[in-house]
């Protein structure tokens, strides 16, 4: 089998996407299929890769768009699937290569529009925003009707989607994998001061900035604020000015065993989201042992078991939801279900192979 995986970023790139694709490549490889990756990229150097990266650089949207389509013309004429991992980003770049032979399949694990409306300001959850019924919703619907197949991660956000659009094409589940780490920290005593992580993108859903102005009354802890992104200059200078320099420090995107590390050093990951549908970053950390505060507004089902999830809408709410999450500090995960990229892998093949006998 042919398999084109279209995605709008990839590792050294931190995000959802980029990890599944990664992995998923591998995964194909490995089991014999013919894997060809296509993202957007300033500059990529990857080596010892299996399969064949084709970058697409950044520019204005229409542009690239374009140059991506070209792209999968060449590269995905003769696929037999093409897997894309972004409605808009990839999504009208395959509505534009009018591809015949392949089917087309988009994995959701995000919500551009409604990403898109967090960062004007807007502060409604993915389930509110889409009960108010945006023009959005057009747009939207028509991306989703030029595909054969949705993957969703998450029942969540597929039952949002199943009330919102009249029209859907057929689709599925299949959940993001949990891969135990080989260091899982049983007990861990809490360090004196506390110390509370974030890792993520730094964009407005992800509330990063009612974290920070949290840690003003927070006296007794300190906060490690991994990642990056376009409100990176932004949340800096809030740290500046709240006068949290010594408390509140940065660290670029980690992966691997530096992730693993970090992890490690801390007590409680933080992900104060308006809403997380399947956040990797939680699901990593639990599997590392490391207690993890959620919001409540997340797709992650039985797979957040173990985790403390609370109303993490504003500075208070946050604050409460920390010291709820100190009174109740439990890192005991022995009993996790392992769900290997393997199994992921599998499942997303049977799928495949369903959809080509049809």
């Known amino acids: 089998m042919k398999i084109v995986l279209v995605t709008g970023i990839y590792p050294p790139e931190i995000g959802g996407p980029a990890t599944y694709v990664r992995f998923l490549a591998q995964e194909f490889t490995k089991s014999g299929h013919v894997v060809e990756v296509v993202t957007y990229a300033h500059k990529l150097n990857i080596e010892n890769e299996k399969w064949n990266i ?33 409605s808009v980003s990839c999504g ?50 028509w991306i989703l009707n030029h595909v054969d197949h949705i993957v969703f991660s998450t029942r969540f956000q597929e039952e949002i989607y199943e009330k919102a659009y009249n029209q859907l094409p057929g689709h599925s589940v299949i959940e993001n994998a949990l891969t135990l780490s080989g260091s899982i920290q049983h007990h861990r005593k809490p360090h004196t001061p506390f110390r509370l992580l974030f890792m993520g993108r730094f964009v407005k859903f992800k509330n990063v900035e009612s974290l920070i102005a949290a840690m003003v009354h927070i006296h007794d802890a300190t906060l490690t604020i991994v990642g990056e992104g376009p ?36 007590d409680l990951l933080v992900l104060p989201s308006l809403t997380e549908i399947s956040p990797n970053t939680a699901l990593e950390a639990k599997a590392a ?8 507004q997340h797709g992650l089902g039985d797979l957040s078991s173990g985790m403390i999830d609370s ?47 049809l």
Not at 58 to 75: D, E, T
């Open 231 to 266: 409100l990176d200059d932004r949340l800096r200078s809030l740290t500046e000015n709240l006068h949290l320099t010594g408390r509140i420090r940065f660290v670029g995107p980690v992966n691997g065993k530096d992730k693993e590390d970090i992890f490690a050093k801390h």
């Open 54 to 86: 084709h970058v697409i650089p950044f520019g204005l949207p229409i542009l690239r768009w374009f140059a991506y389509a070209r792209k999968l013309k060449q590269v995905a004429n003769d696929a037999d699937i093409v897997y894309a991992f972004s």
């Open 92 to 141: 009208i770049p395959l509505i534009l290569a009018k591809l015949k032979m392949p089917k087309k399949v988009l994995r959701l694990g995000g919500d551009f529009f409604w990403e898109r409306y967090t960062d004007r300001g807007g502060r409604k959850s993915l389930r509110e925003w889409y009960e108010q019924r945006s023009w959005e919703l057009s747009v939207g619907s």
């Open 289 to 296: 042992g490391l207690p993890v505060l959620l919001t409540h």
């Open 311 to 357: 109303t993490l809408y504003n500075i208070s709410d946050i604050v409460d939801g920390i010291a709820k999450a100190r009174t109740m500090y439990v890192a005991n995960y022995s009993t996790l279900a392992s769900r290997p990229w393997s199994q992921v892998a599998s499942e997303t093949v049977n799928l495949f192979a369903t959809l080509l006998r």
